[in-house]
């Protein structure tokens, strides 16, 4: 099983700053690597897949960097709506795995 | 507009059962691979299974010969048979569609199981 390891586990934030967030696979996952945002109260929302593509109605604010065991997710600008929770997913190979999450929390 | 809607939580007794459903509209289901992922507090998001549009299934190893996955394609639903539960069973369900990138597309809004006597 590949081992998703995120940090940190929270990050306090200013509105209107940026936020970056890291994930680690515990071996290499190529770029089949998803990040999900989860507001409270709701399911998991696709962010970015193939580790830097936007899903579709993402904005541009949000984008995904790495490949192989490093990745991280850049929010440019931190809008009221995105403190939440992030979680990172590799789909590599099964079983399909998740990181424990980042909660982002306004500062 | 995909619309995953699931059903059958609830309470149920160690060793019991329980069958989830999920009914799936606003694409083509039959086209579509199907997974569901639980949740719970301590545990995070953990992937359950996977059914493919060939009817092949996977499962992790924390549910094989436990739970089974299966559709029905007619009627566009999804839907999963969980057997022999346990406490650490306590989750809530996820209903996820499989974009054509392999990436998680549509989540439903989430059925809570509850494991305890």
């Known amino acids: 099983e590949v081992v998703m390891t995120q940090s940190p586990v929270t990050l306090s934030v200013s509105p209107g700053e940026r936020a970056t967030l890291s994930c680690r696979a515990g071996?290499?996952?190529?770029?089949?690597l998803a990040w999900y945002q989860q507001r409270p109260g709701q399911a998991p929302r696709l962010l970015v897949y193939?580790?830097?593509t936007r899903a579709t109605g993402i904005p541009a604010r949000f984008s995904g960097s790495g490949s192989g065991t490093e990745f991280s997710l850049t929010i440019s600008s931190l809008q009221s709506e995105d403190f939440a929770v992030y979680y990172c997913?590799?789909?590599?190979?099964?079983?399909?795995?998740f990181g424990q999450g980042t909660k982002l929390d306004i500062k | 507009e995909v619309q995953l809607v699931e059903s059958g939580g609830g309470l149920v007794q160690p060793g019991g059962s329980l069958r989830l459903s999920c009914a799936a509209s606003?694409?083509?289901?039959?086209?579509?691979?199907m997974h569901w992922v639980r949740q719970t507090t301590g545990k995070g998001l953990e992937w359950v299974s996977a059914?493919?549009?060939?009817?092949?299934?996977y499962y992790p190893d924390s549910v094989k010969g436990r739970f089974i996955v299966s559709r029905e394609n007619d009627k566009n639903s999804l839907f999963l048979q969980m057997n022999s539960l346990r406490a650490e069973d306590t989750a809530v369900y996820y209903c996820?569609?499989?974009?054509?990138?392999?990436?998680?597309?549509?989540w439903g809004q989430g059925t809570l199981v509850i494991v305890s006597s």
């Open positions: 071996q290499s996952v190529s770029n089949n």
């Open positions: 193939d580790a830097s």
């Open positions: 996820v569609r499989e974009g054509n990138n392999w990436a998680f597309d549509d």
């Open positions: 059914i493919g549009t060939g009817d092949d299934t």
């Open positions: 606003g694409f083509t289901f039959r086209t579509s691979d």
């Open positions: 997913q590799q789909y590599n190979r099964r079983p399909y795995t």
